[in-house]
């Protein structure tokens, strides 16, 4: 009962954000059509733009799961891991994405593949993608944009937040698994 | 960092199949993916269009500024340091709610002028500011915590993946992204209530 209200809530959640934000334009007198084209004009050129990243991380990680050395970690991870609950197959994606967001979406998609969407492993990756961020990415971006050399406690809160979100995507995976 | 981490992957990747007898496999395997990825793309194109689309709309609707209303009082209990005028308070609110709504070309720009305002506080403050002040510790943790409610580009792969419901996640997400900038906001109280340097 509670797993399916939660679900529910999720279908409800776009439709109510695109009606919303429909009838707030109209309100406010934009012209909505127009605005819209010319937003969907950029999300195309956004996709096109990052086509070639895409096609270089996805042959990366397929040539990877081909090799069976995706397999191998895992279950060398695994051992470790069993004990705690998380799937091995998921702590690859743990560590690539605190580095990059394209190559931690190469490895969800291969996820996708091999386990389906649906699994626990694909609702696991698709609510962690949801709640982290590139950590090391972004701290650099941001601190070297600001010149700042001593960086003090942000990797670790930041380090916290993200396990925090890990922690939670594996529950919350299991809450909504048909 | 993406460099050493794509030749990684294609190095190990080779050399282990090698290794295994897999060898025949990776030219498929990278045929195969390259391929994958402009159908990826196909899907990608018309989903992004139309959410991109949607927060047009939103953006010329002045939802930032709607919104920015909401976000003051966290925003002040965040970083309370920060004096009332300053222009650091307006940059944080725009990074936050450009994060929020996943619009990350609006929220990097934001999120950078953010850090500049905040490093010229440090100066009117008389500190270093080469040395990360809590403001910015605690502006990068809230930040890398994950804002985005809504991750359209999981709903795209996950319906191009075959997901019977792609948006059963949504709720999930969202109460994840919760959790973990919830964790991060106390992990900063923590840190900052000490003694200051």
Known sequence: ?178 | MLNFLWAGMIIIGVMYAAFTGNIAEVTNAALDSSKEAITLCLTMLGVMSFWMGLMEIATKAGIVGALSRFLRPVVRFMFPNIPKRHKANEHITTNLIANILGLGWAATPAGLQAMEALGQLEEERGNDRSIASDEMCTFLIVNISSLQLININIIAYRSQYGSVNPTRIVGAGIVATIVSTIVGCLYCKMKNRGVRR
């Open chain 1, 1 to 178: 009962m509670n797993t399916n209200l939660f679900v529910y809530i999720s279908d409800f959640i776009v439709p109510s954000v695109i009606i919303l934000i429909v009838a707030y334009g109209v309100l406010e007198k934009v012209k909505v059509y127009d605005e819209f084209v010319k937003g969907a004009k950029k999300g195309f050129s956004t996709v096109i733009k990052i086509m070639p990243t895409l096609v270089g991380l996805m042959v990366a990680v397929g040539i990877l799961r081909a090799s069976g050395f995706l397999e191998f970690l895992s279950g060398q991870i695994g051992k470790v891991t069993d004990y705690i609950g998380f799937p091995s197959q998921l702590v690859p994606l743990s560590i690539v994405r605190l580095f990059s967001a394209s190559a931690a979406t190469g490895l969800v998609l291969d996820i996708f593949k091999e386990y389906g969407t649906d699994s626990r492993i694909g609702l696991i990756a698709s609510i962690m993608m949801c709640c982290t961020e590139t950590v090391f990415y972004t701290m650099s971006v941001y601190f070297m944009a600001a010149k700042v050399k001593k960086t003090r406690y942000t990797l670790t809160g930041a380090l916290l937040a993200t396990v925090a979100g890990i922690v939670a995507s594996v529950w919350l995976a299991g809450r909504i698994l048909l």
